[in-house]
């Protein structure tokens, strides 16, 4: 049984930081990219960052460039999206996906087209950024 869990979102201050986890089982995660995405209420879902699993390769969405680290722990089929100096506008409900290859992902987080389908979806973590 095939799952993403996220954890790690809540409330939290401007220029706060938070981290994202997303731990996952089921799947053999070599060949995978995984990639955070956000949604917050009225808007399209967006590519935030991901991260090739084999060979550690990342991706950042302008908006959070400098901003948020992506990182995985193979060890523990965990990848982790680090945030610092959140601001309001980061506000949304975060998930993780699994896609197999890259392609799908890198194109979403790099060039903002939000593929129609991957292989395997979190179920997300609210983050909210709010004095």
């Known amino acids: 049984q095939v799952q993403l869990v996220e954890s790690g979102g809540g409330l939290v201050h401007p220029g706060g930081s938070l981290r994202l986890s997303c731990a996952m089982s089921?799947?053999?995660?070599?060949?995978?990219?995984i990639g955070w995405f956000r949604q917050a209420p009225g808007k399209e879902r967006e590519g935030v960052s991901c991260?090739?699993?084999?060979?550690?390769?990342?991706s950042y969405a302008d908006s959070v460039k400098g901003r948020f680290t992506i990182s995985r722990d193979n060890a523990k089929n965990t990848v982790y999206l680090q945030m610092h100096n959140l601001k309001p506008e980061d506000t949304a409900v975060y998930y993780c996906?699994?896609?197999?290859?890259?392609?799908?992902?890198?194109?979403?987080?790099?060039?903002?087209?939000?593929?129609?389908?991957?292989?395997?979806w979190g179920q997300g973590t609210q983050v909210t950024v709010s004095s």
């Open positions: 991260i090739g699993m084999s060979d550690g390769s990342t």
């Open positions: 996906a699994a896609d197999l290859g890259s392609l799908r992902l890198v194109r979403a987080v790099v060039n903002g087209i939000v593929p129609s389908k991957v292989d395997y």
């Open positions: 089921g799947f053999a995660l070599d060949a995978y990219t």
